[in-house]
């Protein structure tokens, strides 16, 4: 990012300001679960390092070094994005920071939140159909039109951009995997079909780049950051398709002996 | 823990093999012919747009069917109603009919990407079909023996 060019005081502040956000992040999560464990069970450690490691992944894909990398190298480029869009929101989400907030909050802010979950927006925001074409649509709009070279000359549209990748990450694991309170859930059917088709999406685009390069990107580097796209890609839905099937066939556990499997799993099975 | 059957464990077991197959052989491709091998090429310049999209969608399939199947086997042996033969005849079929899409529709109609980039690609397309067919062959056997003795005891997969 270009933040050299705009003098020095702002530069000094904007620096400091990206440094205290992570923290205050990660230490209002801590007080957060200090003072559920004050009411409530315990909070698991994993959350916290889930939390913790999540936060740092996203601002890993912002600033730092592969950041900094990030505006020569497309490899480099790839990888903030894998941090910033799968692997910082998947682990966002396994840190439940929405059930925390709950805990912590008085009656009336927790039924104002829970109005909010419940809302129609939310509910749309979250369908696993919207969440897939904000992803994946998202993607394909940034590298197979001039976007992605546009990105690096506005600084508002490289901060736009980087904003969308996260919250289209995170919207996209939360519609897949319920951790958090969940008012509109979808059936494991849809959620599997969606999340075929994203990592589908997901796949063609890396190899679409691989043989098509985004202007101002040269072969070897579309090559190498497309192949990461995909490996990386896959490693990440993987953990996702692991999770969602663990949830069903646990929450099928409690009716086994009837016929609820074959309807849940979609194999498409007849009376 | 006494069996917990229900009707659909049949099918049940069908699919779990079917899912099971197409996921191994979809991982044996990538393993071996991909990253051990380097025989496949990860793109290819012929590659069709159609074989791309196709690719993917199998690509994506592949992964979720191998999680799922396993998950549909953890249950099975939970409720101590799996049907080995039937299983393993499912997971031969799915794996062949897997194999013969990707050696004639990907890799010859949408010409994705070749086995081997040599000049006599014919013998090991050959290889590869027959092997796939024999797979089926293998798979449609034990799924089908099984039911003999049962007297058709068991649902329609």
């Known amino acids: 990012m270009h933040i050299h060019d705009m003098g020095t005081g702002l530069e000094s502040f904007l620096a400091l300001l990206c440094y205290a956000f992570p923290l205050g992040l990660i ?44 505006h020569a190298s497309f490899q480099a480029h790839m990888l903030t994005h894998l941090l910033l869009g799968m692997l910082g929101p998947l682990l966002l989400v396994l840190a439940a920071p929405v059930t925390l907030l709950l805990r912590n909050v008085s009656v009336e802010n927790g039924r104002l939140i829970s109005k909010l ?23 394909w709009l940034l590298y197979t039109t001039n976007l992605y ?32 309170p969940t008012p509109h859930r979808t059936s494991f059917r849809l959620r599997a079909i969606a999340l075929i088709a994203a990592m589908a999406a997901h796949g063609i685009l890396s190899k679409w780049i691989y043989a098509n390069p985004p202007a101002g990107v040269d072969a070897m580097d579309a090559q190498q950051g497309g192949m990461l796209m995909y490996y990386g890609g896959d490693m990440i839905d993987l953990i996702i398709v692991i999770l969602l099937c663990y949830q069903q066939f646990r929450s099928n556990r409690q009716a086994v002996g009837n016929s609820v499997y074959s309807p849940a799993l979609g194999n498409e099975v007849r009376e | 823990m006494e069996k917990r059957k229900s009707s659909h464990d049949a099918p049940f077991n069908f699919w779990s093999g079917v899912l099971f197959g197409l996921g191994l052989v979809a991982f044996i491709d990538e393993a071996v012919f991909h990253q051990l091998l380097h025989w496949h090429h990860f793109y290819d310049k012929s590659t069709t747009n159609i074989g791309l999209i196709s690719d993917g969608l199998f690509h994506a399939f592949s992964w979720f069917a191998t999680v799922v199947s396993l998950f549909m086997l953890a249950d099975l042996w939970r409720r101590k109603v799996w049907n080995g033969k039937r299983w393993i005849g499912a997971a031969f079929l799915g794996a062949g009919v897997f194999q013969l899409y990707d050696g004639l529709i990907q890799h010859k109609l949408m010409r994705l990407h070749q086995i081997r980039y040599v000049e006599d690609v014919f013998y090991y397309d050959v290889v590869w079909n027959v092997l796939a067919g024999c797979m089926i062959i293998i798979g449609l056997v034990l799924v089908l023996l099984k039911k003999a003795p049962k007297k058709g005891k068991e649902g329609e997969a």
Do not use: C, D
């Open chain 1, 117 to 139: 979950l419940r809302s129609f927006y939310v509910q749309w925001i979250t369908h696993p159909l919207m969440t897939i074409f904000l992803n994946a649509g998202g993607l």
């Open chain 1, 149 to 180: 070279s546009a990105m690096h000359s506005f600084i508002w549209l490289f901060v736009v951009v980087h904003i969308h990748v996260f919250l289209a990450g995170y919207v996209f694991t939360l519609s897949m995997i319920y951790i958090e």
């Open chain 1, 27 to 70: 230490g209002s999560y801590l007080i957060a679960v200090y003072w559920s464990n004050q009411k409530y069970k315990k909070w698991p450690v994993t959350r916290i390092a889930f939390w913790i490691i999540g936060v740092f992944s996203v601002f890993l894909g912002v600033m730092g070094p592969i950041a900094e990398k990030a």
